[in-house]
């Protein structure tokens, strides 16, 4: 074989052989390098506490909650470099500020911590880990006694406060995806060669997405503390006993397999079909039962939102996960496949919640629109309620503020009736009756009056005022309105039934006069719409000098009638009124048909002539 071919076979062989053991050193020196790289130590003085103005769901709740197998807390007030007066607490994730994001600060009670290659490898692992159903690992913090882990924070706290927080309303859409999430994170984890151990409810946390994430899981050197120097994982023996695999109870096997982590998920499967409080709700006597599992939960199936949509599935499911017999449980992967023939229109939990949001606000815009009208109902209640007891444009002006002047009106008509012997009846009845009596006679005259033009203005006692013209001036109809009423109202009153006394004969003597008048509100409390001028005085005259089921017409009142013709009136005669001298008055009869002058027909009405004058 000549040189050359030597080197022609050599030279590649040697190259790529130098080639592979430099690419083994490179890959080693990586290797070598990510374990001693330190990167991820972080100084606890630079976390900020206090300042993250977080809180979200459920976070008070998490972080609130102390931690069930801390014997003592202490509390130990350090002043770090930024200024900041923080306390160090041992006994509970706090949330911090770390270079511009919150994270969790996971605090481990160690008088002690040696960063030993097994920490340092730990460490490695859970950095090389990238998953969106993992809470990310941001670094740790060494120094005695502020050791801790500081993780990605989830600002709504563990899927046990989201779980058991009454007011938050969760759908099986979104607990079928909190269960996928688990087992999604679960099955990378598990591909990744790395067991949890401690999985349980509040080891999962909800981001402000709604998306759940595994936490607490690796570092299980790091992460332990004096006081459990001894475990590597759960203390079965704690509340967590609930999450421990049989086989872990009984020590046959490490609590770090893949079949205890399937163990654990079973009992998260419960939790989230029950929300319930498995630990409190646990007897003494269960911890050590190991055959002892929690009732598998009423699922309801059906379409609706809040039933699961396979309800047989879903209780396989668990029941197979806590099967005694640890190689026929299913791995991760598989369980993921059963929730998704579960769920196979699984939508995002942020789509959901759009939905939710679309729903909640349809359902609060037919609330609004139900309670507008309801509004609607009881605003004209009151406006009816208004518009009885003062006249609609003076209501108006006082709704929106404004005064409402008094103002004067040229001509208007005034009537006036009161119930003939009233003293006498009352005298004769009890309050009761009285009260029943007016109250029914005075409805049936406000009935009259609505199919005329007038106001009623107040009822005194047994008297009975009312005014045409006033506040809605109407030409000179007010004096055929008013005399047209008084009429129906006198001709009621002959077939009127006083209650307590049907065989007595109800009588009203009625008065009206026409004339200017003065209309204004009087007072700011218990404002009432009056009447003032001598026009008032003199139709309360009238309606005292006439006589039982008559009704006295002033002069002025008679002109404006025969102004307007078809009203029958008699002189009454001339006759000296207190405190307005003489005056001649009639009585208005009744209406005529044929609209003949009723004072011009001497023959048709009292048989002599009449001439109109005050
Ligand atoms: N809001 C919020 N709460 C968290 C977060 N991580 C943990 N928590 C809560 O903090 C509480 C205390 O957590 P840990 O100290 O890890 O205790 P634990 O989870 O009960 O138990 P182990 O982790 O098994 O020791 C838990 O109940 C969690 O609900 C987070 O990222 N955000
Ligand atoms: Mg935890």
């Not at 609130?64 to 509970?92: A, H, P, Y």
């Not at 006081?227 to 704690?238: D, I, K, V, Y």
């Not at 409190?280 to 006597?285: D, L, M």
Request: proline fraction near 4%.
């Amino acid at each position: 074989m000549s040189i050359a071919i030597k080197v022609a076979i050599g030279l590649p062989v040697a190259l790529f052989s130098s080639g592979f053991i430099l690419t083994m050193v490179w890959i080693q020196y990586q290797k070598q390098r990510m374990l001693w790289d330190e990167s991820w130590i972080i100084s606890y003085k630079r976390i900020i506490f206090g300042r993250t103005g977080l809180l979200g769901l459920g976070s008070t709740m998490s972080l609130q909650r102390i931690r069930s197998n801390s014997t003592n807390s202490q509390t130990t007030e350090v002043t770090v470099c930024t200024g900041v007066n923080t306390s160090f607490r041992q006994d509970f994730i706090q949330p911090g500020l770390y270079d511009g994001r919150t994270v969790a600060v996971k605090h481990i009670q160690n008088k002690h911590f040696t960063l030993c290659k097994t920490i340092r490898k730990e460490v490695k692992e859970v950095r090389l880990l990238d998953h969106p159903n993992l809470c990310k690992f941001i670094g740790g913090s060494i120094e005695v006694p502020y050791v801790s882990i500081i993780t990605e924070y989830c600002p709504k706290g563990s899927l046990s406060d989201v779980l058991l927080n009454e007011d938050i309303p969760i759908n099986w859409g979104f607990r079928l995806s909190f269960a996928t999430d688990i087992a999604r994170g679960m099955s990378y984890l598990h591909q990744h060669k790395m067991f949890h151990g401690r999985l349980h409810s509040r080891n999962c946390v909800i981001d402000d997405r709604w998306v759940c994430k595994i936490s607490d899981y690796g570092l299980t050197v790091f992460r332990r503390e004096d006081f459990e120097a001894t475990s590597n994982g759960f203390n079965c023996g704690n509340v967590n006993r609930l999450y421990c695999a049989p086989e872990v109870v009984l020590g046959s096997s490490p609590n770090m397999t893949g079949a205890a982590d399937v163990y654990s998920y079973s009992i998260i499967l419960v939790e989230i079909a029950t929300r319930s409080d498995l630990i409190s709700h646990q007897a003494e006597g269960v911890r050590v039962d190991i055959a002892w599992r929690p009732p598998l939960p009423e699922v309801k199936a059906g379409k609706a939102d809040t039933d699961c949509p396979s309800q047989e599935d879903y209780c396989e499911l668990i029941k197979k996960c806590w099967n005694h017999n640890v190689t026929t449980r299913p791995t991760f992967e598989q369980v993921k496949k059963n929730l998704d023939k579960m769920n196979p229109h699984k939508v995002s939990p942020v789509d959901m919640m759009m939905n939710l949001m679309e729903k909640y606000s349809k359902h609060l815009e037919a609330i609004v629109a139900e309670r507008t009208q309801d509004l609607l109902q009881e605003k004209q209640k009151t406006d009816r309620l208004l518009y009885s007891m003062l006249p609609k444009p003076v209501a108006d002006d006082l709704r929106q503020g404004r005064t409402s002047e008094a103002q004067s009106y040229s001509n208007a008509t005034v009537y006036f009736s009161d119930i003939v012997g009233f003293t006498q009846l009352s005298g004769a009845s009890t309050p009761h009756q009285v009260v029943d009596f007016l109250n029914q006679l005075y409805t049936s005259f406000d009935d009259i009056i609505d199919n005329y033009d007038v106001y009623k203005v107040e009822t005194i006692g047994d008297a009975y005022m009312v005014v045409s013209g006033v506040p809605q001036q109407n030409g000179i109809n007010h004096a055929g309105e008013i005399a047209s009423m008084a009429l129906d109202l006198v001709s009621v009153c002959h077939t009127f039934k006083i209650p307590h006394k049907p065989n007595t004969q109800l009588q009203i003597r009625a008065g009206i006069h026409s004339g200017p008048v003065v209309a204004g509100v009087v007072g700011t409390k218990m404002p009432r719409y009056c009447l003032f001028g001598d026009t008032v005085n003199t139709a309360s005259r009238m309606e005292s000098t006439s006589e039982a089921l008559k009704i006295q017409v002033s002069g002025a009142t008679a002109n404006l009638l025969h102004t307007l013709k078809g009203y029958i009136l008699t002189c009454r005669g001339t006759f000296n009124v207190k405190g307005k001298g003489d005056m001649t008055t009639w009585w208005l009869e009744a209406k005529r048909d044929d609209f003949t002058d009723p004072l011009l027909n001497t023959s048709a009405s009292s048989g002599f002539p009449v001439s109109v004058s005050d």
